[in-house]
Every structure is written in structure tokens, then in C-alpha cells.
């Protein structure tokens, strides 16, 4: 009888066991990409002192970890910025890598947008633009920076890649 049970469970086992995922060429190469200009943001990240912006956020995103709460300033950019940091500061614990950590995030996921653009400009032109990206001075520049800048450079980027995918897809 323990042969028969077997013998009827043990394909449906198999088969569940079989489901895996396979990664393409071109999802291992970006996934390197945006691995690498990681590291290149995260290189040293804690090294240099705060710009007085920097100084401003990481006080404002501390004071929201603290429970001190959040006070909108038309001059602060809005409250993503803070809640992310805060956020960091939670896993991360309030220091300088931790103020810094998401702008570095951003900026490497930044470098993997343009792997949706393949269909319209090529595995290569999408991997040269993502290299443009990487290795662009300012914008490595931004994503160790505490500000919202490269928040806005990667949520543009992403805007414009979607909408590209939207008007040639429909």
C-alpha cells in the first residue's frame, strides 16, 4: 500500500520540485551592473563630513526615528527622503552610512532602468546607457549624497522608460 501512495504523490512532487527560475544573459548582466556601481556608491560612503544639507536631513530623519515626529518644510523637499532615512536608521542604526545608505540605493537601481529599454535600443545600447549611468561623475557624485536629487533623477528616468514601453506597446 506504501508503494501505491508513493507512486501517485511522488510525480506530483517531482514536478513542483522542477519549477525553478532561470536567469538570461541579459538579466545576469545587468544584475552585475547594478551590483557593481553598488559597490562604487557604497565604496568609503562614510568618509566624508556632511554638506550642510546633508546635516539638516539627517537631523530631520533622526528627529522622525526618535518620535519627535515630522513637520512638512516647503524647503525640505517633501517627506520621502526623511521617511527612507528614517527607515535606515531603523536597520542600519543613526549613522553616516545609514543617512546615506538610500541615496546610494537609488542611485544603483538608477543604473538598472535602462535594461527595460532592450526591445527598443538594443542589449547594447541598454547596456551602454546603463555603464553611462554608472560611471557618470555627477550622478555617482548624487548617489552619495544625502538629498533628493538622484530620487528625482531615478523616478524621471523610470517615468520616461514607462511611458516609452506604454506609447510603443499598445
Same mark, same amino acid.
Given at each position: =500500500?506504501? %508503494?501505491?501512495?508513493?507512486?501517485?504523490?511522488?510525480?506530483?512532487?517531482?514536478?513542483? +520540485?522542477?519549477?525553478?527560475?532561470?536567469?538570461?544573459?541579459?538579466?545576469?548582466?545587468?544584475?552585475?551592473?547594478?551590483?557593481?556601481?553598488? #559597490?562604487?556608491?557604497?565604496?568609503?560612503?562614510?568618509?566624508?563630513?556632511?554638506?550642510?544639507?546633508?546635516?539638516?536631513?539627517?537631523?530631520?530623519?533622526?528627529?522622525?526615528?526618535?518620535? $519627535?515626529?515630522?513637520?512638512?518644510?516647503?524647503?525640505?523637499?517633501?517627506?520621502?527622503?526623511?521617511?527612507?532615512?528614517?527607515?535606515?536608521?531603523?536597520?542600519? %542604526?543613526?549613522?553616516?552610512?545609514?543617512?546615506?545608505?538610500?541615496?546610494?540605493?537609488? /542611485?544603483?537601481? #538608477?543604473?538598472?532602468?535602462?535594461?527595460?529599454?532592450?526591445? %527598443?535600443? /538594443?542589449? +547594447? /545600447?541598454?547596456?551602454?546607457?546603463?555603464? $553611462?549611468? =554608472?560611471? %557618470?561623475?555627477?550622478? #555617482?557624485?548624487?548617489?552619495?549624497?544625502?538629498?533628493?536629487?538622484?530620487?528625482?533623477?531615478?523616478?524621471?528616468?523610470?517615468?520616461?522608460?514607462? #511611458?516609452?514601453?506604454? =506609447?510603443?506597446?499598445?
Amino acid at each position: =500500500m506504501k %508503494s501505491r501512495i508513493s507512486k501517485f504523490i511522488l510525480p506530483e512532487k517531482k514536478r513542483l +520540485l522542477r519549477v525553478s527560475y532561470r536567469p538570461t544573459w541579459d538579466q545576469g548582466i545587468f544584475s552585475g551592473l547594478v551590483i557593481l556601481s553598488l #559597490l562604487f556608491r557604497l565604496w568609503e560612503l562614510s568618509d566624508r563630513p556632511f554638506h550642510y544639507d546633508e546635516s539638516l536631513h539627517a537631523i530631520y530623519s533622526w528627529e522622525l526615528f526618535t518620535g $519627535m515626529g515630522y513637520r512638512y518644510e516647503a524647503w525640505t523637499h517633501g517627506p520621502m527622503q526623511f521617511f527612507l532615512n528614517a527607515l535606515s536608521f531603523s536597520i542600519f %542604526s543613526d549613522t553616516d552610512f545609514s543617512v546615506r545608505l538610500p541615496y546610494a540605493l537609488a /542611485g544603483s537601481a #538608477l543604473v538598472g532602468v535602462p535594461y527595460f529599454l532592450r526591445k %527598443s535600443i /538594443g542589449l +547594447l /545600447g541598454s547596456v551602454a546607457a546603463s555603464l $553611462m549611468l =554608472m560611471f %557618470s561623475p555627477s550622478l #555617482l557624485y548624487f548617489s552619495r549624497y544625502s538629498r533628493n536629487d538622484i530620487y528625482a533623477a531615478f523616478f524621471a528616468l523610470a517615468l520616461f522608460v514607462l #511611458l516609452w514601453i506604454y =506609447m510603443h506597446e499598445r
